[in-house]
């Protein structure tokens, strides 16, 4: 059973009016609602910043990716563990499918088509996720594989969806190897020029996607799209 301490902060946790508070305030209540994996609080905080004025962007950036980044020392230094951490990311995910129309939003022609996955054994999935709003914002047909995407999933995406780019994500020093294995095989099968191959996700560096071969490291998702539209510029220009 709770103790009253317990009843007390949840009741004041409750009592918050999120509408009531300046927007300095509400992205601190934010990110603590998102640490403590508050999905309804999370996506009512991303509406009033959105009915604010602010852009989708902005409040990615400043609301959600830094309140995770708050939970990544947190889980680092033991303090969470992956119950609370889940629970988080569900919270994140809540707030992701508001703004995922108005970060998916173009009126443009489809740019090109990009297969995307995490690669084997490795779960993480929210900047893989956000890696694709933006391509689609930025006019990019996305093919989401989802998580532990091995690679004959990930060829036979290729075979069937015959995309212009492969793009791979990895959170783990463990799994971001396994990029080289699909780009291997790629080689292997005489593939490797028929795609682009973009690579991303938080242990890796432009230094480990040039020695796993891929045509681009991308820092972060809105340096994905940019990279990605370049990439097939080039290519298109090339070929002309
Ligand atoms: Co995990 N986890 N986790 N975790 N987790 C990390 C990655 C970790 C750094 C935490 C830590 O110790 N500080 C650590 C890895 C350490 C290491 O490898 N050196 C870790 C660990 C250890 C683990 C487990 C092993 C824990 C355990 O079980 N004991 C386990 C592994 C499970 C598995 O995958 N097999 C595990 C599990 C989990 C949860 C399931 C609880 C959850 C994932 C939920 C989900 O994704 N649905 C989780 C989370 C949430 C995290 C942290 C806290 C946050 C990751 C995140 O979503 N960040 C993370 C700590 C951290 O990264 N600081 C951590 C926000 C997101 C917007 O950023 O994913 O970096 P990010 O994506 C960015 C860029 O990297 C880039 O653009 C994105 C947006 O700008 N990008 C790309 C990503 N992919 C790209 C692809 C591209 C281009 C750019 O092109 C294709």
Redesign the pocket.
């Known amino acids: 059973m709770a103790d009253a301490a317990t009843v007390d902060s949840a009741d004041a946790d409750e009592d918050i009016d999120l509408s009531a508070l300046d927007d300095d305030d509400l992205i601190a209540q934010m990110h603590d609602d998102l640490y403590d994996g508050l999905g309804p609080e999370i996506v009512e905080g991303t509406e009033l910043l959105l009915g604010r004025g602010w852009g989708a962007d902005k409040v990615l950036n400043e609301a959600l990716?830094e309140a995770?980044?708050i939970?990544?020392?947190d889980?680092?230094d033991g303090i969470l563990f992956?119950p609370e951490?889940?629970l988080?990311?569900n919270a994140?995910?809540a707030g992701m499918a508001v703004l995922r129309p108005l970060l998916a939003e173009t009126g443009a022609e489809p740019i090109g088509k990009i297969v995307?996955g995490t690669v084997k054994?490795?779960?993480?999935?929210?900047?893989?996720n956000?890696?694709g709003m933006m391509l689609e914002g930025a006019g990019f047909e996305v093919v989401d594989l989802g998580i532990n995407t091995d690679v004959d999933e990930f060829l036979g995406a290729l075979a069937e969806h015959r995309p212009d780019i492969l793009?791979?994500?990895a959170?783990?020093?463990?799994?971001m190897p396994y990029m080289k294995v699909v780009v291997d095989t790629l080689i292997e099968q005489g593939l490797r020029d028929d795609y682009l191959v973009?690579?991303?996700?938080?242990?890796l560096n432009q230094e480990f996607g040039e020695a796993v071969g891929a045509d681009a490291y991308?820092?972060?998702?809105?340096?994905?799209a940019e990279t990605a539209t370049d990439l097939i510029k080039a290519r298109r220009a090339a070929a002309a």
Do not use: E, Q, Y
């Open positions: 990716v995770m980044r939970v990544g020392i889980f680092r992956v951490v889940l988080a990311a994140m995910k995307i054994g490795d779960i993480h999935d929210i900047g893989k956000l890696v793009g791979m994500s959170l783990l020093t463990t799994t973009i690579v991303g996700g938080a242990p991308c820092r972060d998702a809105a340096v994905a």
